[in-house]
């Protein structure tokens, strides 16, 4: 089982960014960003596969960035221009492995961290 613990939430105006990490205890094939809001579904961000292919959620196209860095055991998502609907708890997840087609499935994911809130203000 793959340890996760997020950080880098927080509370920002619309227009603002924000970089979330996830620590990993060791790497996997998958890992992705989840986010839900409140009365809302959990949905896929973005994922990114070994082979460094990535995914993003539409609403994430143009304005989200997932990296990894294994050398630091450390996920990120650079969050830019930010809006309200935006406004969620955001999840890191992983898998041992996963088709590239399902990075943004939430039924992919066996491991997950606790979550880290960004709120974000008009």
């Known amino acids: 089982q793959v340890k996760l613990v997020e950080s880098g939430g927080g509370s920002v105006q619309t227009g603002g960014s924000l970089r979330l990490s996830c620590v990993y205890s060791?790497?996997?094939?998958?890992m992705g960003w989840f986010r839900q809001a409140p009365g809302k579904e959990r949905g896929g961000v973005a994922g990114?596969?070994?082979?460094?292919?990535?995914r993003y959620a539409d609403s994430a196209k143009g304005r989200f960035t997932i990296t990894q860095d294994n050398a630091k055991n450390t996920l990120y998502l650079q969050m830019d221009s930010l809006k309200p609907e935006d406004t969620a708890m955001y999840y890191c997840?992983?898998?041992?492995?996963?088709?590239?087609?399902?990075?943004?499935?939430?039924?992919?994911?066996?491991?997950w961290g606790q979550g880290t809130q960004v709120t974000v203000s008009s």
């Open positions: 997840a992983a898998d041992r492995w996963c088709p590239i087609q399902t990075l943004l499935d939430l039924t992919t994911y066996k491991d």
């Open positions: 060791y790497s996997s094939y998958c």
């Open positions: 990114i596969h070994s082979d460094r292919s990535t």
